[in-house]
C-alpha cells in the first residue's frame, strides 16, 4: 500500500514561484483565454483566477475574512457594500490613462460617485429568452414580464418555463412588472409582488440558475428569465447545434434589471501595481471588446465598439438604445432587516 | 497491575488523538458558530459585533433568530418535508443496495473485491458530473424518455415530464448515496457464519423465513450504519434539489444555503443549521434506543 | 453458496442503475458538442483541451493530493474512534465523532473558515487549511463503518489474545486489525470519495489560488459542463482504477476479510 501512496505524493502540487503573480476573483468565464495570454504577455506576470458564480458567494467568503485577492468583479450593489465595509483600496487614476474610454453614462454610479474605487468593466441585463418558434406558435409576446407572471399565456407553455433562483431578481421583475422601482422597499408593493409570483408559480417548472441556458438551447425549456450575455450563449449554441428553432431574447418594455460590473482592488491585495496594470489593460478597447465578442456582454466602453462584431453591436438586448436605458434601473444593497423580510417572503414562495 | 496500566495507556492511545483533533477542529469552531446563532446579522453581512461600535448598533447576544423559528410553522414544514426527502431516499437505498450487499458477502473471495470495486468506481467521477448525467437521462428530450412519451402520446396519456420534479430529486439523492449503503451493509454481511443458515435450514425454515428471521436482524447494525449515512447528508443536501427539482422541491438544505450565501445572515444559517442537527441527533438516539430495545429482545 | 436468481436479477439492475449514468458521462466526454445534452459525433478533442488546461489540470491535481492525504489521516484516526467507541465507551468521543456527520456542510465550512482566521490569521488558508477540514468530516464515516464492524464480532477472541499474554498492540496488530480490514479499506475509500468530490466545506476553506475539481467544475456550470468535465470525470475514474487494482496487487486479503 505505501509505494503507490509515496508515488502519488510526488503529484503534490508545485507552488508557482513566479515573481509576479496577480490575483484576480472574477466571475466565470468573464474573461477570455486570449485576453488573459496577451495580459500576461504584456506585463511579463502571470495572472491567477479564483471564480464565483454569484455575487453573494464572492461577499460571503469576504465576509468571513478571505483574504490575498488582488481584483474583484462586483456588481453594483456588491460595490456599494464593499465600499461601506471599507474593504477597497482607492485606485490610482494616474496609472489609467485608459480610463477616458470609459462612456460617460457608466461613470460615477450611485454606488461609487466620482469612481474612486471602481473602474467599470462590462454589464448585463435581467430579461427573458425564448424558443422564438414556440413563443410565435403558441402566440406570447415577448416584450413583457406578463409572458412569465400571466396565467392567460402561462397555461400556453405550462413546464416549460423557468424563471431566476434569486431573490432580488425575481422580485425586481415582479416590481417591474407592476410598475414599481426595483428598489422599493414598501411592503404593500412587496407583497402585492409576492402575490404575483405565487398566482405564476403553479406554471412555472422550476426556478433555475445555472442550467437554463442548455435547458433552451435543447429544447427541454421554451421561456427562460435570465441574463443577456446567457441568451446570447443560448443562441449561439442553437445555431452552432444546428437546432431547427432559434433562441431569442429582449428586454420587456416595462423596464428591467441592469448590472454593471466593476473592477475593484482589495485592500488585502498584494500587488496593487499589478491589478491597475490589468485595469488599464482592459481599459483598451480591443480587450475590453474581445469579452464582448465572445459572451455577448454590454460594453461602457466607447473605444472598444470599432473592435465589436457588427451583429452584435446592433443588437438592440446588449447595447440597449437610450429610451431602453432610462427603462432600467440598478440594484441598490438592502440593509440587513430588508434582507431578512425579503428572505422569509421567499421562503414563503418557494413553499407555498 | 502492569496489565491494568497498560490498558489505561492503550485507553489513552487510542481514544487521545481523534478525540484532540476533533476538539480543535469540530468542537471549537461550532461553538463559535453557536454563540453565533445568539447574535445580530452584521450590516454588510456576516456577524454584528459582540460590543456595538455605533449607538444605536445591534450588538450583543439575543435569541431572536431562534424567536424567528419557533415563530412561524414554514421552517417546520420544511424540515418535515426534508425529513421526507430523507427517508424515502434511505428506504428505497436499503432496498437497492441489500440484494447486492447480499450477493457480494456470499460471492467467492475472490470475485469480491471486483464486485466492490465496481460500486465504488462510478464515485471516483464528480459528483455533479453524474448529476448532469442525470438531467441528460430525464430530460425530455432524452433518448430514454422520447420513445416513451411517443407511446404515452399514441395512447393519448400526457407525457411524462420527469426532470425538474420530485421524482427527479429522490433519483439523484438515492444514486449519489447509494454505496454509502452498500459498503457498511457488506461490511456486516460479510461476516455471517452461513452455519446459521445452514442450520435454518436443517430445521425447515424457507428462503424468505431464513432472510427474514436470521440474516436480516443479524444485520441491523450493518443497516442501521448505512441508514445513517444516507440519511443525515440527504437532509442537508441543497445541490440536487437546485439542479434536479422543480419549483416545489426546495428543501432545508436550501434555506440554509440562502441564509449564508443569498441573504447573508448568517446567525440565521447558524440558527437552521444548528435546529437541523439537533433533529438529526435527536433521530439517531431515538433510533439507537430502539436498536438497543430490539437486541434486547432477540 | 446459495445464489437464486432473484438476487441475481436485483443486483445486475442495482449495478446497471449505478452505471447508466456513468456510461452516459464518458461517452459523453467523446461528443462532439459544446453541450452535455445529447450526441452529436465522435472526437477527442476534449482530452486534449484537458491536458491544455493548466487551471483544471492544477484543480485536479489539488484534489487528488487532498482526497489521498485527508483519507489517509482521517482513516488512522477514525479506525482509531471506531475501536475507542466500542472498546471504552467513552461518552464525549462518540459526539464529537458523529456530530460532524450530521451538521449540514455549510456551518461546518463557514465555522471552520472563522475558526482558521480568527485563530491562524489571515493569511492562513491554503491547502493545508483544505485537507483539515476534510480530515473532519471523514473522521466520522469511517468510525462508524469500522464500529459496525466491530459490534457483533465475537468479544472472546480478544480475551483469548490478551490470556495469551499478547501485548494490546500485539492483539491489535495480529488478531483486531485484520477482523477489522474490510472495514477500515471500506472507510478509506469512503473518506477518498467524499473528499475528492466534496465541493461546500472546499469553498469556504481554500485559500486564494488554491482550486480543487469540484470547485472548477462547479464554477463551470453556468456557461456550459463542457464534455472536457466529463472527460476529467473519466480520467479520474480510470486513475482510481488503478490505484485500487494496484492497492489490491500489494495487499490481496485486504477487502476479503479474515473472520
Not at chain 1, 113 to 132: C, D, E, F, M, R
Not at chain 1, 232 to 250: E, H, L, P, V
Request: hydrophobic share 50%.
Amino acid at each position: 500500500m505505501r509505494a503507490p501512496l509515496c508515488a502519488l505524493a510526488l503529484l503534490a502540487p508545485l507552488r508557482v514561484f513566479a515573481a509576479d503573480v496577480l490575483h484576480l476573483y472574477n466571475w466565470n468565464n468573464y474573461i477570455t483565454p486570449d485576453t488573459v495570454a496577451r495580459f500576461e504577455k504584456s506585463c511579463g506576470c502571470k495572472l491567477v483566477q479564483d471564480y464565483y458564480a454569484d455575487n453573494e458567494e464572492m461577499l460571503a467568503k469576504l465576509a468571513a475574512g478571505a483574504t490575498g485577492y488582488d481584483l474583484l468583479v462586483p456588481t453594483g450593489n456588491a460595490v456599494e457594500n464593499l465600499i461601506q465595509q471599507g474593504a477597497l483600496r482607492p485606485i490610482d487614476r494616474r496609472l489609467l490613462p485608459n480610463l477616458k474610454n470609459i462612456k460617460p453614462e457608466f461613470m460615477g454610479e450611485f454606488f461609487d460617485p466620482g469612481n474612486k474605487y471602481s473602474v467599470p468593466y462590462a454589464y448585463s441585463v435581467t430579461l427573458i429568452g425564448y424558443n422564438v418558434e414556440k413563443m410565435k406558435e403558441r402566440g406570447i409576446p415577448t416584450d413583457t414580464w406578463a409572458a412569465i407572471f400571466e396565467p392567460r399565456y402561462l397555461e400556453r407553455v405550462k413546464g416549460k418555463v423557468t424563471v431566476l433562483d434569486s431573490q432580488r431578481e425575481l422580485m425586481s421583475a415582479a416590481l417591474k412588472y407592476l410598475g414599481y422601482s426595483v428598489n422599493d422597499v414598501d411592503q404593500g408593493h412587496w407583497k402585492q409582488a409576492r402575490d404575483l409570483i405565487l398566482r405564476a408559480k403553479p406554471y412555472w417548472a422550476a426556478f433555475n440558475a445555472a442550467s437554463y441556458i442548455k435547458e433552451l438551447t435543447v429544447g427541454n425549456i421554451w421561456l427562460a428569465h435570465g441574463y443577456s450575455n446567457d441568451m446570447f450563449t443560448a443562441a449561439q449554441d442553437a445555431k452552432a447545434a444546428g437546432r431547427k428553432f432559434t433562441i431569442g431574447y429582449s428586454t420587456p418594455k416595462e423596464g428591467a434589471v441592469l448590472a454593471l460590473d466593476s473592477m475593484v482592488l482589495h485592500k488585502s491585495g498584494p500587488r496593487p501595481d499589478l491589478a491597475h496594470r490589468f485595469m488599464n489593460f482592459m481599459l483598451e478597447g480591443r480587450n475590453s471588446a474581445e469579452l464582448t465578442n465572445a459572451i455577448g456582454a454590454g460594453n461602457p466602453n466607447a473605444d472598444a465598439t470599432q473592435y465589436i462584431r457588427p451583429d452584435i453591436a446592433d443588437n438592440r438586448a446588449v447595447f440597449p438604445d437610450k429610451a431602453a436605458l432610462a427603462r432600467m434601473e440598478m440594484l441598490h444593497d438592502l440593509d440587513r432587516r430588508l434582507r431578512r423580510l425579503l428572505n422569509r417572503m421567499w421562503i414563503e414562495i418557494k413553499v407555498r | 497491575m502492569i496489565r491494568l496500566r497498560a490498558e489505561s495507556i492503550t485507553r489513552s492511545l487510542v481514544t487521545g488523538p481523534p478525540f484532540l483533533f476533533l476538539f480543535v477542529f469540530f468542537a471549537l469552531p461550532s461553538l463559535i458558530m453557536v454563540v453565533a446563532s445568539f447574535r445580530y446579522p452584521g450590516e454588510f453581512g456576516g456577524l454584528a459585533p459582540l460590543a456595538a461600535t455605533r449607538p444605536g448598533e445591534d450588538a450583543g447576544l439575543t435569541a431572536e433568530n431562534y424567536g424567528v423559528f419557533f415563530g412561524d410553522w414554514v421552517y417546520f414544514q420544511i424540515l418535515i418535508k426534508s425529513f421526507g426527502v430523507a427517508l424515502l431516499t434511505t428506504l428505497v437505498c436499503l432496498v437497492m443496495a441489500y440484494p447486492l450487499a447480499l450477493l457480494i458477502a456470499r460471492s467467492p473471495k475472490r470475485h469480491r473485491d471486483f464486485m466492490i470495486l465496481l460500486v465504488v468506481l462510478p464515485f471516483a467521477s464528480n459528483f455533479l458530473v453524474r448529476v448532469y448525467a442525470w438531467m441528460i437521462i430525464l430530460g425530455d428530450q432524452s433518448i430514454f424518455l422520447r420513445p416513451v412519451n411517443t407511446v404515452l402520446a399514441y395512447l393519448g396519456v400526457e407525457p411524462l415530464s420527469l426532470l425538474f420534479s420530485g421524482f427527479a430529486v429522490i433519483v439523484g439523492m438515492v444514486y449519489v448515496h447509494l454505496p454509502f449503503m452498500i459498503l457498511p451493509l457488506y461490511t456486516n454481511l460479510e461476516k455471517h457464519d452461513p452455519v446459521l443458515l445452514d442450520a435454518a435450514q436443517d430445521l425447515g425454515a424457507n428462503a424468505w423465513s431464513r432472510f427474514w428471521r436470521v440474516t436480516f436482524p443479524l444485520s441491523l447494525p450493518g443497516v442501521f450504519s448505512g441508514a445513517a449515512l444516507v440519511f443525515i447528508p440527504v437532509l442537508g443536501m441543497f445541490a440536487i434539489p437546485e439542479i434536479l427539482g422543480g419549483k416545489d422541491d426546495w428543501m432545508v438544505g436550501n434555506m440554509i444555503k440562502e441564509a449564508f450565501l443569498g441573504t447573508r445572515d448568517w446567525p440565521f444559517g447558524s440558527m437552521l443549521s444548528i435546529m437541523l442537527t439537533l433533529a438529526v441527533l435527536a433521530v439517531a438516539a431515538a433510533a439507537a434506543w430502539l436498536a438497543r430495545q430490539g437486541t434486547a429482545r432477540a | 453458496m446459495r445464489r437464486t436468481w432473484w438476487l441475481w436479477g436485483a443486483s445486475l439492475a442495482t449495478y446497471a442503475f449505478l452505471y447508466v449514468p456513468l456510461t452516459i458521462v464518458v461517452l459523453f466526454s467523446f461528443n462532439d458538442s459544446k453541450l452535455n445534452a445529447e450526441w452529436v459525433g465522435f472526437t477527442g478533442n476534449w482530452y486534449r483541451t484537458l491536458f491544455g488546461d493548466e487551471a483544471m489540470l492544477g484543480a485536479a491535481r489539488n484534489s487528488l493530493f487532498i482526497a489521498v492525504t485527508a483519507s489517509v489521516a482521517a482513516t488512522v484516526l477514525g479506525t482509531m474512534a471506531g475501536i475507542a467507541m466500542h472498546r471504552y465507551r467513552p461518552r464525549l468521543l462518540p459526539f464529537m465523532v458523529l456530530t460532524p456527520v450530521a451538521m449540514p456542510e455549510i456551518l461546518l465550512g463557514v465555522s471552520l473558515l472563522v475558526f482558521f482566521i480568527s485563530v491562524f490569521g489571515e493569511q492562513s488558508l491554503s491547502l493545508g487549511t483544505v485537507i483539515v477540514a476534510h480530515v473532519t468530516f471523514c473522521i466520522g464515516f469511517v468510525a462508524i463503518i469500522v464500529r459496525a464492524r466491530l459490534a457483533g464480532m465475537d468479544e472472546s477472541i480478544f480475551e483469548a489474545a490478551r490470556d495469551l499474554g499478547a501485548t494490546p498492540w500485539q492483539t491489535f496488530r495480529l488478531v483486531t486489525l485484520p477482523l477489522i480490514m474490510p472495514g477500515v479499506i471500506a472507510g478509506a475509500l469512503m473518506s477518498f470519495t467524499l473528499s475528492i468530490d466534496d465541493f461546500v466545506i472546499t469553498f469556504f476553506t481554500t485559500g486564494a489560488g488554491v482550486s480543487t475539481l469540484p470547485l472548477q467544475i462547479y464554477t463551470m456550470i453556468k456557461v456550459a459542463v463542457t464534455p472536457e468535465v466529463n472527460a476529467v470525470s473519466t480520467l479520474l475514474m480510470a486513475l482510481t482504477l488503478t490505484m485500487i487494482v494496484i492497492a489490491s496487487r500489494l495487499a490481496p486479503d485486504a477487502l476479503r476479510g479474515q473472520g
